[in-house]
């Protein structure tokens, strides 16, 4: 009967997707779905995301992530697990533009984009949604700029700690160096003597651009004039 889910509103399809990834069981959830063949029409994305290992390895740890906080009554974000589930996608989508010579934000943007409008065809994840989770992928790529004022910056950002744990399923996924979350566990409670001594220094990508001299104009090329009357003007 599974035709039969086309026939379903997005947003009830929304609602089940939620209780079966926030029941604490949602990795046996997710692995019955593939066996029955169901996840089609649930999250399109899961199959392409399961071939890759690395894509397989995050997203199980991010689902193991959060049974493991319901089992002790923690909070659990939806936007943080939708983020979790489409990062992958959102990363080859990156990567592709930047390879077709865009910029590294502009093109994070596009991408971000592009995985939601598609992934919105299937599941109305809701817009409020969005915004935690574009966020949460951004922050990933501040993470690893270490020098000058930057890192106090993110600091500050009120979503740092998903950001950061976001980061951290990374380096368990093998996605990331471990180092870079390490660096960030010890800099986010160090003392401000000590969050000096550890920031990096400014890298030549990260200098600032220098005044570029005006260019002088090219000089005219030299004309005869005719020479000027001394005769009064009438």
Do not use: Y
Not at 94 to 114: C, F, I, S, T
Not at 134 to 149: H, S, T, V, Y
Not at 180 to 207: C, N, V
């Amino acid at each position: 009967m599974k035709s039969l889910l086309d026939n379903v509103p997005q947003a009830r399809l929304l609602d089940e997707v939620l209780k079966m990834l926030l029941s604490g069981h949602s990795v046996e959830c997710i692995q019955h779905l593939r066996k029955m063949n169901l996840h089609h029409g649930l999250l399109p994305l899961l199959d392409v995301i399961l071939e890759q290992p690395v894509g397989e390895k995050f997203i199980m740890l991010a689902l193991r992530n959060t049974d493991e906080r319901i089992s002790q009554d923690k909070t659990v974000s939806p936007a943080f697990l939708f983020a979790a589930l489409l990062w992958h996608e959102v990363l080859a989508a990156w990567n592709l533009r930047v390879q077709q010579g865009m910029r590294p934000v502009g093109a994070m943007h596009e991408a971000m984009d592009e995985v939601l409008a598609r992934q919105r065809a299937q599941l109305a994840i809701p817009h409020r949604q969005d915004a935690v989770m574009k966020e949460i992928w951004l922050m990933q790529q501040r993470f690893e700029q270490r020098a000058g004022q930057r890192p106090f910056r993110l600091l500050e950002q009120p979503r740092f700690r998903a950001g950061f744990d976001f980061l951290l399923l990374r380096c368990a996924s093998g996605e990331v160096d471990d180092a870079l979350g390490l660096w960030w566990d010890e800099f986010q409670d160090a003392s401000t003597e000590r969050q000096t001594e550890m920031l990096q220094p400014e890298g030549d990508g990260e200098k600032k651009r220098r005044r570029r001299k005006p260019r002088k104009k090219p000089e005219s090329p030299a004309v005869d004039e005719p020479a000027a009357s001394s005769e009064p003007v009438a």
